[in-house]
């Protein structure tokens, strides 16, 4: 039984990580995608 719920705390802490990860991915590219807009403006 105890195995059991550990089993849950790993699943909801690897699951916790996995979005955030994800989260700070899709900020990351945005951010990216704003600077590379920028640049192309600035070269015209």
């Not at 994800?22 to 900020?27: A, E, H, T």
């Not at 951010?31 to 070269?43: A, D």
Request: a positive charge; glycine letters at 4%; charged letters at 35%.
């Amino acid at each position: 039984m105890e195995t059991e719920n550990k089993i849950w705390v790993v699943v909801a802490v690897l699951t916790t990580i996995l979005v955030g990860i994800g989260i700070y991915l899709f900020n990351l590219d945005r951010k990216l995608t704003k600077m590379e807009r920028k640049m192309k403006e600035e070269k015209k």
